[in-house]
Each structure stands twice: as C-alpha cells, then as structure tokens.
C-alpha cells in the first residue's frame, strides 16, 4: 500500500482510518454522546432486516420499516413543504379502537399518509389506513401500503381491526372525494353507504371526524382523460395546470398551507350493536359525521387566509 | 369395540405418517391404509390395501371392515412430477366422489375427515386480510390444485347433506412447512435464487406438518362437524421467509416469472402455475379463530416457529445468520479499536 507521500502504509493503519472518518461520519449524524449506542441500534437493525428477524402484524403491517424509513421520509413534507398545522390532537383516544373519518383530495392520496404522520407524531399512535383495492393492485405501491399498515377497506377487515383495538383511518368519499375538479374543492361529497358507521356502531368505538385543508391545492385537478383511464382500469387520469405537460416535474405537489383538525369524538357504544343494521340511525349518524367535517372544513379555511401563507 | 379407522393417501409420505400415528391411539382398533400406490415406509400396525378409490372396490372394503371414521387426505395433491400433475387432480376430483358414494351406502360410517386447503379461497388484491370460514373467494380458483379442491369440497357439501347423520369435518391447511415437508412451495422457497413478483411481498402463513398431523387425529377422534381453517399465529411475508432461508431473492415481473417458470427446469420443479403466481403476488392470510374456539384445537407451531424449524434443514440458512452476527462483531471490533486509536 502506498500512500499520497509515496510512504507505505500498512493495512491495520489504513483500515483504522477508515474507521477513523466512519467514526466521524457516526459523531455527526448522531451527535457526539449518543453516536455509539444508535451505531449499535442502526447495525442491529440491518441484522434484523437482512436475516429477515422482524415482525408484520397480520395485516402485512411492518412497525419498524414504518418508523424508520416511511415516516421519516414523510416527515419533512409535512413540517417544510406543506407546514401543517394540528389542531385538536387531543381529541384522538390515547388506547382502544377508534375510527377517524376524514375529507379526502388532492388527486393523490397524500392527504391519508399526512393524516397518518400526524396522528404519529401528535397522538403517539399508528393509523391503519382504509384503501381501495386499486392500490393493493398496484406493484410497489401495494407492498407499501400495507407495510406501512394500511388493508383493504372492507367489512371484514375493518372490523377485525377496530375490535383489537386499532386505531382505524377511513376516507368516505373514496375516488369521488380525491378525483373532483378543483373548482369543487372543500366541497364533501357523498358518504358512501355509511359502512364505516356500521362497522363503529357493531364494535362500539368512538368516531373521530378530521379535516384536512390544503391537499385540495396540491395537485389542482382541472380535467381528466376518461378513455385512457378505462384502458388502464383507474378511476380517472388526472390533467392538472402542470401535469402531464411538465412531465414529472408536473408531479411535484404545490407548496399550500396545510390545517389538520380532529374534531370531538364520537361516541357509539350508548347503542346496541344490533343498530349497525339500522339504515336510519347509520344515515343519520352518516350525516352528523359529515357535517362536523365540512362546517370545521369552512371555519379551518377562513382561518387560513391564504392558500400558501 | 374400538375404532375402526380408514385413511386414504397413505402413498404419500404424509398420509403414511398419518395412518401410523392413528393407529398408535388407543381407542382405535383397527386402521386400513389405502392407496394405488405402496407406502414409502413401513406402516406398522397399519393394514394396506391397495385399491384405486375411484373404483367400487373401495365400498367392499368400508363393508367388510365396519369402518366408522374415514379420513380423506387424498385431495390437494402435492405430486412431484410436474407431468402427472393433471391427471393428477382428477384422480383427487374422481377419486373423492366415489369415496363419498362409498361412504354414502354404508351405514357403518360416522365420521368423516376431510383434508383440504387454504387454496380454495383464492387470492387477490380485493381479499380481507384473513378468510373466515363462511367467506367465499373474491376470485374464484380457476384451474390447478385450488380448483380441484374447490370441487372436492363441493362434493363433501352434498354428502354432508344426503347423509346428515354422519359428523363431517373439512379442515383447510395453509400451507404445510417443516423439515419434513416437500411441496411445490418447499421446492420454489429452496431454489438457489428465489424469484418474486416484482413490487409485490405476499403474506404467507404456513402449518407445521407435525400440526397438521396433530389437527387431523383430534378431529378424527372430537366429533366436531364443520370446516375450519388451520394455520400458525401470525404471518411472514415472501421476502421475510426467502432472508430467513438466507437465499437471495430477485424481484420478476409477473408475466415474465410465467415463461421464466416453463423454461427454466430447475423452476418447473417449484411450479409456477397461474394459480401459484396469483398466490406468490397477493398472498393469503386465513382466520383461526374456529380452529381454536369450536374445534378445540391449538398448533405447537407459530408460522414463523414452523418456518424457522423448515430453515433448520437448509445449511445456507444457519451459515447465512452466523455471518451477518459475525459481520457485525468484526465492524464492533474495528470501531472499538479505532477509538482506543484515536484516544493516542
């Protein structure tokens, strides 16, 4: 081994300069007192990973790859890009089952994986998210999905989660809430059948309506190409100001202000499971959801003042 | 008197096993083994007959013996010689329905025992997370060993129906893993380079053989009538298992695994029909809940227990964790001395 001086360095001195500058490079990633511990924690986790020692619940939920990579990567989305604000943090149960019901839009479903981060971060808790079966179709996309703790919106699943007492994260409007024009932003539209409802009233769980304000401007949706999107069997191919024309730079969402609010929780179990087979008081209780969500949606909105302040 | 116990598929490694471990149960008298082709091992106290069961012989033998539990195993075949998987699986559809015309006639039969599997309920992307028992598949199996299941355990339905009196137990395996085990999973999970679908890591579950054997003989002898699945707690994703293994894994697309599967020969062993491809792509998860509360019974093995004692046998798999533990010793040393380096 020769080094730039044209001496000869023995090979326990250069790996020990290696180390040196790793050793280094450890300090500033982690700061000076706890470098050696999170090297240990950061080395024991890539053992678990590549020796496949790790846990998924059920569901395909992955809590450490969620913890460390998704959520982080997520993280600075939240706190630079959209600067959310969160309101009413307080109101998500610290324990038990609970379903929070929120607004959806933004052409892409970045609004469900906001909510979850904040909901991580503000309430110490995962959120399981309800998604449609497109995105478990989906390659990479799906596989995500449900390491990052999502399943697919149905009955059964969503029963079985909220019964073990999971907290459950359920977008109503689906594809009619995410893919509507711009010009029908904060607008909620129908609530489905109410299915979420039942399945709270059958497991007795409080009801936790969310609003979200600002994913409407992310991605404005201006028009759509029906027969591309029947070809490729999605709901709708968003045409947006800047997308498709500017290619994937037209992918980058725009930089508006973001309010999360979760409102007072709603409680069911006062009623007997049986009522979750009651059309009239799962409409009824369907409809005071939705409408906490749009009167908070029109208050958080005023407060906001402008789209990207 | 005790019972009189008769067991199809005994051929099979599996159903030998079975056939033996019944017979060791002291309230069973008698066990008949039945099947076209001569047990791999001796079966001890067990007496075979070798008889094809799609023909009439089959009734003569449950008549003569006064059988009163018959445990069908001869359905989901998992052959080895990818040639005969076909006819195969009729020998499974046809075979089945004439054991059950069999059981039908006589009157001595009040039990049956059904093997079937997970298989039956598909798999798709519209799947709930796990199959209860009453729930039927989003996509129903098309064609290969799900399908032939799926038309078995029609036939038990109408059975079960013209001959109420008998106590039928379907039992639906994940499946069957452990050091034992050789299936088209087993052979696909051990290929050097195990390929996956591409932006896909299916949840597996698995049984453990020995669970398996065990479920079959508390069935056999409880009296429970209904279908339940059995399955480890828990489940691990394709990637996860394929790292347990320490085998490397390299993601394909779908359509491409397909013809990859038909040219490679060490890949036509694993089977990579449609049906598997759909299943190695969604994956399944089945809901034990009845196995544990109505039919009574609790497996040794956690599917990820199952799977570590599988790992055992495969050399790569102890290697592979002892130089990741070693690797990581060596970078601890390294760093370790490069401080007591750095203090000088």
Known sequence: MVDADGAETSPVEQSAEITDSLVDAAKEAFGDDLWERRLAELFAFFRRRITGAYEVDDFGFDVELTERFLLTALRPLAENWFRIDVRGAGNIPSVGGALVVSNHSGTVPIDGLMTALVVHDHANRFLRMLGADLIFRLPFIGELARKGGATLASTEDTEEMLSAGELVGVWPEGYKGIGKPFSERYQLQRFGRGGFVSAALRTGVPIVPCSVVGAEEIFPLVGNIPSLARLLKVPYIPVTPFFPWLGVLGMVPLPSKWLIEFGKPLRTDSYPAESADDSTLVGNVTDQVRETIQQTLHSLLLRRGGVFS | ?344
């Open chain 2, 1 to 344: 008197m005790g019972r009189v116990v008769l067991v199809t598929g005994v051929g099979r490694d599996f159903g030998g096993r079975f056939a033996r471990l019944i017979a060791k149960d002291p309230v069973v008298d008698r066990v008949i083994g039945v099947d076209v082709v001569p047990p791999p091992a001796d079966l001890g106290e067990v007496h075979f007959v070798r008889a094809d069961i799609r023909h009439q012989v089959i009734g003569k033998v449950i008549a003569d013996d006064e059988v009163d539990t018959v445990v069908h195993l001869g359905v989901a075949a998992t052959t080895s010689s990818a040639g005969r998987r076909a006819s195969m699986r009729e020998v499974d559809v046809v075979g089945s329905m004439q054991l059950l015309a069999a059981c039908q006639q006589a009157a001595s039969v009040a039990r049956l025992i059904v093997k079937s599997s997970a298989r039956v309920y598909g798999s798709s992307p519209s799947d709930p997370a796990k199959f209860r028992e009453d729930m039927s598949p989003r996509r129903m199996p098309s064609s290969g060993s799900g399908k032939a299941s799926v038309e078995v355990e029609g036939y038990v339905r109408g059975f079960a129906r013209r001959r109420p009196d008998v106590c039928v137990t379907l039992l639906r395996f994940a499946n069957l893993i452990g050091p034992q085990v050789n299936t088209m999973m087993t052979r696909y999970l051990e290929l050097p380079i195990v390929p996956t679908v591409l932006g896909f890591d299916p949840r597996l579950q698995f049984c453990h053989d020995e669970d398996a054997l065990d479920a079959l003989h508390h069935s056999a002898l409880a009296d429970v009538p209904g279908c339940f699945n059995v399955a480890g707690a828990h489940v691990l994703t394709l990637a996860q298992a394929v790292r347990r293994l320490g085998r490397p894994h390299i993601g394909v697309p779908p359509l491409a695994l397909g013809t990859l599967g038909s040219l490679i020969p060490q890949l036509r062993q694993a089977d990579l029909s449609a049906e598997q491809i759909s299943f190695l792509t969604h994956g399944r998860g089945v809901d034990t809940t009845a196995m544990r509360r109505i039919l009574g019974f609790e497996p040794k093995f956690t599917t990820p227990e199952a799977f570590d004692d599988f790992a055992a046998r495969s050399p790569a798999a102890a290697m592979h964790l002892e130089r990741v533990a070693e690797l990581e010793r060596q970078v601890a040393t390294l760093i370790a001395k490069a401080r007591i380096y750095g203090r000088r």
